[in-house]
């Protein structure tokens, strides 16, 4: 089952350049997590924000979590050619001894040099 | 080391065949998932363990049987293998509600 949905499902821009992708999700959740997927890799996590948070950074990365309207968005900023890949949003349930981690649709993103 | 790895990387086999993905993890984590990819690049869950007890199974056929001999290894068996079979087959590791690991992927081609 799918959680939720992210758009856009792709994004092309220019090195330099800001970009912005956003998810939305169904149920209550511990926390979201993004990760990225370079084409033909495994998945490999790049931010965990939880419930009560509202925003966090990494790096050139900024994640903003709005629980009541069940969306997440994640803005890389001054992007490089080698930050092309795939980027997942995932949602974390947890009750009692179960764990859900969850994957929306993804979103690809392709830099130009 | 590698935190979470999976063999074979590759698999190319013919329908109605039996075939098994192994996956070992040396995080010491409790939950393990294995996760399906179609050509959409969706990820769908198909299983999940946590301490080598099956959590969840996300409608998937029975010919799909996950196999855990212990909390570091989590096996995925496929009965009968059908076409649509075929995708990039995804191991995980999780600690808690943390992040998870992903092996390498097995990409799986049923003909």
């Known amino acids: 089952s799918q959680q939720g949905e992210e758009d856009p499902q792709a994004l092309s821009i220019q090195e330099g350049e800001n970009a912005t992708m956003n998810c939305s999700y169904k149920t209550s959740i511990n926390n979201l997590q993004w990760y990225r997927q370079n084409s033909g890799r495994g998945l490999v996590h790049l931010i965990l924000?939880?419930?009560?948070?509202r925003e966090k950074h990494s790096g050139r990365l900024r994640v903003t979590l709005d629980t009541s309207k069940k969306s997440s968005s994640l803005l890389i900023t001054a992007s490089r050619a080698a930050d092309t890949a795939s980027y997942f949003c995932?949602?974390?349930?947890?009750?009692?001894?179960?764990?859900?981690?969850?994957f929306g649709t993804g979103t690809l993103l392709a830099v130009q040099p | 080391d590698t935190a979470v790895s999976q063999t074979p990387k590759y698999l190319v086999t013919q329908m109605g065949n039996d075939k098994s993905i192994k996956c070992e993890q040396n995080l010491g984590h409790d939950t393990m998932y294995w996760y399906k990819q179609d050509s959409k690049k969706f990820l769908k869950i198909m299983f999940s363990?946590?301490?080598?007890?099956?959590?969840i199974n996300e409608t998937v056929p029975n010919r799909f049987s996950p196999k855990s001999p212990d909390k570091a290894h989590l096996n995925l068996h496929i009965n009968s293998l059908e076409l649509g079979d075929s995708a990039v087959y995804f191991c995980a590791s999780q600690g808690g509600v943390t992040e998870a690991f992903f092996g390498q992927g097995t990409r799986l081609t049923v003909v």
């Open positions: 924000i939880r419930s009560n948070e």
């Open positions: 995932a949602t974390v349930t947890y009750g009692g001894a179960t764990n859900k981690l969850i």
């Open positions: 363990y946590n301490n080598k007890e099956l959590i």
